[in-house]
């Protein structure tokens, strides 16, 4: 069966998993700091950062992108009445936030190496 190596870089552990695995399944196990809560991409607690290895993960659904952006929002809407923050918004928005650097744990699957982080 083929392996892939998941790092968690807030505790220091690399673990060798069969290809499919959640990082869910694998966080808690390791003690890492990645909060759950539903396990069933509804919540969004589970956000994790993905430091390097995104190519290796699973595809992002459209659930998993509605909850995204859903969680985006609201941190964006809290920050709003600091200032205009539109442009702030739409950059982290292209860059940062949906699919690329931040995905949920309780979503997503490793097909290959990575490294990542709670958010
Ligand atoms: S634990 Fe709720 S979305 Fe992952």
Request: glycine fraction near 8%.
């Amino acid at each position: 069966m083929a392996k892939a190596k998941v790092t968690f870089s807030d505790v220091n552990v690399t673990v060798n998993v069969p290809v499919g695995t959640r990082i869910i399944e694998l966080s808690e196990a390791v003690g890492s700091y990645i909060a759950y809560n539903c396990r069933e991409g509804d919540c969004g607690v589970c956000l994790f950062e993905v430091i390097k290895g995104r190519e290796n993960l699973s595809e992002l659904s459209d659930q998993e992108k509605t909850v995204l952006r859903a969680h985006f929002q609201e941190i964006m809407d809290g920050w709003r009445a600091i200032g205009d923050l539109d442009k702030l918004q739409a950059r982290m928005q292209r860059e940062n936030f949906i699919g690329k650097h931040c995905r949920l744990a309780c979503q997503t699957q490793v097909f290959g190496d990575v490294i990542v982080a709670p958010l």
